[in-house]
């Protein structure tokens, strides 16, 4: 359709002349809607008539254009690929410590200065401690008499472990047992009665000798024992020698002298005796006495106990550990958990004695302060002969020491790669205040306490410098983490990877595919390692094979065709939306 023919399409103008009562009126109204009819057709055939034409131009511009610039296509070839991630941090010491007091009180001794290397353990500040010396000594005296009274109990718990083996009880006696208190069915306690218990075995005889002669006589000496009614004779020992004068008949002053002797049989309280030791006689005659008659008690019974049966008798001879009575099992158990009770309880006295005296002791050793950390000292606020006083809501900063035996940045790593990293990986390394230089450090941390921002949660890492050179603290610097590495792979540029997977290989020969530039064919490759630049091919091409280079991906912006939808969107045949051929979306990440 040319020109002239559209325009034979336009409105004819009536003849003019003047209108006669004998035209028809309805016939000069169906002329006007038939004339109306011609004016849409006429329309909307204009409309056709230039879209035609733009047509046609643009598909003579495309061709001209399409001829004058060549595609642009990338050989598949070897090479290494990484993938990294970067981020910017600020430097940091491996290591700083803010000293601080617990205790307050004037500062003796404060011998370090700013810039000074300190060791870890190094005395820093020496603070007044005298008000702690009492509480301390206080405190080890209480250990002290804890520890006596648990060896008590543990003695006493050992010797009821031993009186009462076999739920009985045992005499703490050695004798004959005169009279006996109790009987089975009875309860015993610590202050009831269980015998008169004698022993004359072996007879005592108090005598006295003249003051004089007593003091020549010592303990142990042997004597002679002259009975009075029979004059027979026995030997004895001296026990002891009384140190205070005392007066008898006649005004004589006296000291009296103990002895013993083992009984021959037949000696009771009814003989009497001299006795002579050396040349020395005593001045009056004494009355023998049994060595043991004593009333025994149940003195080693903390609680009262059932008596179940007797075990002796009046007028046996018992001996220390002798057994005189069993006790009931149930009364038996329950005196033993009471010896078992005061042992604990001694001992939880010690545990709390011992916790005093080292809670005391860390606040005395409060009183020394420090260094936590070897290092460098980077300020000192506080200095020897001034006063610490701490405030209930901050602390008072003493000193600062960093540890700049290496240096430390964090990495803000998003929620989408933070999985790419662990420690371990290599890092590259480049400071704002060292143009040209590279420096390396390694990940040393991975935390998982992110933290979320603008609907996207961050996790830091830290990385830490393998040397630092002249770097320090506070510097900006920016790390790239080597995630991955490929080496002497085959590899093609990103915008070469179409979406499915797809490689468009150059081959002059290919036929015709849609969506595919004339020229290629497509071909379905294998990828490994992507970067933001290339792509590792697995398999699928070959070294040397010429591939297809997505111009829309990397040019400024994507060019339209007029009229929407005569063509494809973006920079290549075939109307892929995206800017890859058929509709491609770019390399796969």
Known sequence: MD?????????????????????????????????????????????????????????????????????????????????????????????????????????????????DQVTEGQVLYQIDSSSMESQLNSASNSLERAREDYQDALADYNEAQSLFSGNTYKSTRTGYIKNLYIQAGDRVSGQTTVADVYDDKVMKLKVPFLAGDAQAIAPGSECAITLTDTGEMLTGTVTSVSNMDETITGGRIVRYVHVEAVNPGGLTTAHTAVVTVGDLTCSEEGTFEPSVETTMSAEDLNSSVEIEALLVAEGDYVTVGTPLFRMTASSADKLMRNYESSLDSAQQQVENAENSIETTQDNYDNYTITAPISGQVITKNVNAGETISRDSNSEATLAVIYDLSALTFEMSIDEMDIKSVEVGQKVEIVADAFENETFTGTVTNVSINGSYSNGVTNYPVTVTLDDAGELIPGMNVTGTILLDEAEDVLAIPADSLMRGNRVYVKDASAAEEPGVPAGFK???????????????????????????????????????????????????????????????GGPRR
């Open 3 to 115: 020109m002239k023919k559209i325009m034979f399409f336009k409105k004819t103008p009536e003849p003019r002349g003047e209108q006669t009562e004998h035209q028809n009126p309805e016939k000069k109204k169906g002329k006007k809607k038939g004339r109306k009819k011609v004016l849409i057709v006429a329309g909307v055939a204009v409309a056709a008539g230039i879209v035609a034409l733009a047509f046609l131009l643009q598909r003579k511009q495309t061709a001209g254009s399409g001829a004058a610039a060549e595609q642009k296509t990338a050989m598949v070839q070897r090479q290494t690929i990484t993938s990294t991630l970067s981020a910017s941090g600020s430097l940091e010491a491996k290591d700083s410590y803010s000293i601080t007091s617990l205790v307050e009180g004037e500062v003796l001794t404060a011998d370090f200065e700013e810039g």
């Open 522 to 584: 497509s071909v379905e490759v294998e990828t490994g390692l992507i970067s933001d630049q290339y792509v590792e091919i697995v398999s699928g091409l070959s070294e040397g094979d010429e591939v297809y280079v997505d111009e829309s991906t990397v040019s400024e912006g994507n060019t339209m065709m007029p009229m929407g939808g005569m063509g494809g969107m973006g920079g290549a045949p075939g109307g892929g939306m995206g800017g890859a051929p058929g509709g491609g």
